[in-house]
Every structure is written in C-alpha cells, then in structure tokens.
C-alpha cells in the first residue's frame, strides 16, 4: 500500500536588501569599556569618567574574565595579546593586557 502525504508550506516572503542585517566589520564598534574590571552592568563606568569612544583610557584595567568568560577558554598569553590587538588596543592598554595575561599563564601553571 502507498500513501501520499502532501504537506502545504506557507509561502516565505522575500527579504530585499534593506531588510537583510548588515554585519559589515565597519559598522561594528567595540569600546575598551567592555574589557575593563571598572564597567558596569548599566553601561556606566565606576569610576565616574565618561565613556571613551576609541580604544584608550588612563585607567583601563583589564580582566581575564571580559576576555574569556569561560576559563577553559584560556590557551596562553599570546591568544589574550592577540585578542587585544584585534580589538584596536595599542600603547599603555596593550601593555596593561599583556601583564594580566602573563600573570594568568604563570597561574595556571
């Protein structure tokens, strides 16, 4: 015995390409406040300053956690240096990244 099963999809509108998100690197900002120990979960910093709109603050301070939210996540020092200079961190920032990521590496030993 046969038995056809027919199956009725509604119809699926198109997107045209005003509707289609756009996800060019351009349009994506990422601001150093995102990686510091001094942002908080309001989008404010705690120490009062005003949110940078590059990738540079005084008083930046890093922690592994923003960087790997998973700590198995961590592979070595270079992956966190690497990270930070994918995320535009240069100067005194990058410094600041490299000795949290060394100290974490010496940890985990």
């Not at 005084?58 to 960087?67: L, R």
């Not at 920032?93 to 949290?100: P, R």
Request: with cysteine; net charge positive; glycine share 6%.
């Amino acid at each position: 015995m046969l038995v056809t099963v027919v199956v009725h999809l509604p119809a699926v509108p198109a997107i045209n390409q005003e509707q289609r998100p756009n996800f060019n690197r351009s349009d994506w900002k990422m601001i150093i406040c995102e990686l510091c120990s001094h942002y908080g979960l309001s989008g404010e910093c705690r120490l009062g300053l005003r949110i940078p709109k590059g990738m540079s603050c005084q008083d930046f301070g890093p922690t592994m956690e923003k960087f790997c939210s998973d700590p198995k996540d961590f592979v070595n020092e270079r992956q966190i240096i690497e990270m930070a200079t994918f995320f535009g961190m240069k100067g005194t920032e990058l410094k600041k990244v490299k000795l949290m990521a060394s100290r974490e590496e010496i940890a985990r030993l």
